[in-house]
T-cell receptor, first 111, second 107 residues
Framework: NAGVTQTPKFQVLKTGQSMTLQCAQD?????MYWYRQDPGMGLRLIYY???????DKGEVPNGYNVSRLNKREFSLRLESAAPSQTSVYFC??????????FGSGTRLTVV | KNEVEQSPQNLTAQEGEFITINCSYS?????LHWLQQHPGGGIVSLFM???GKKKHGRLIATINIQEKHSSLHITASHPRDSAVYIC?????????FGTGTSLTVIP
């Protein structure tokens, strides 16, 4: 089934730990995006990749790194997690003229 | 100040009612995106439009570029329409998201 696959669904980290969120799309699209969603705020762009081999900062990139491993995969890494990074993270990729396809989300808690 | 404002923030309706959710934006855009987020958290794309109106089943989205305003209408609402509806304005190569309208449809 075509779409965006995001893992893990849930994660609890201690402050200072690192982790990588994985995202893969099988729609052969060039663009991929990482967003975070916090209560009372709209989705905010962390990083995006317009094509394989390129990445750009979004609105809230501090504390994150990304890798566009190939056309399918776009990972988000937290090198040293902080409580302020507690959030729900979504990966997304355009679906042509009808907007985006989103991954199922990762609920991350940093304690 | 958020570039995209939605109203109302919360909406409760009786099953069968006609529902309108509004979205205003302050930046120049090339397209406006309506999304639906269910209680489980998954996000689904409903419409992307740059002018006029689009219809899909009981959902209708309109946009007025001059007034920088879009509306999402739901006809004959049903409890399964209960969700958060989010609009997002495409400015350059980035979307700016509203904070969402939480809709509850009561049987």
């Amino acid at each position: 089934n075509a779409g965006v696959t995001q893992t893990p669904k849930f994660q609890v980290l201690k402050t200072g730990q690192s982790m990588t969120l994985q995202c893969a799309q099988d729609m052969n699209h060039n663009s991929m995006y990482w967003y975070r969603q916090d209560p009372g705020m709209g989705l905010r762009l962390i990083y995006y990749s317009a094509s394989e081999g390129t990445t750009d900062k979004g609105e809230v990139p501090n504390g994150y790194n990304v890798s566009r491993l190939n056309k399918r995969e776009f990972s988000l890494r937290l090198e040293s997690a902080a409580p302020s990074q507690t959030s729900v993270y979504f990966c997304a990729s355009p679906q042509g003229g009808d907007g985006y396809t989103f991954g199922s989300g990762t609920r991350l808690t940093v304690v | 100040k958020n570039e995209v404002e939605q109203s109302p923030q919360n909406l409760t309706a009786q099953e069968g009612e006609f529902i309108t959710i509004n979205c205003s934006y302050s930046v120049g855009i090339s397209a406006l995106h309506w999304l639906q987020q269910h209680p489980g958290g998954g996000i689904v794309s409903l419409f992307m439009l740059s002018s006029g109106k689009k219809k899909h089943g009981r959902l209708i989205a309109t946009i007025n570029i001059q007034e920088k305003h879009s509306s999402l209408h739901i006809t004959a609402s049903h409890p399964r329409d209960s969700a958060v509806y989010i609009c997002a304005a495409l400015h350059g190569n980035q979307f700016y998201f509203g904070t969402g309208t939480s809709l509850t449809v009561i049987p």
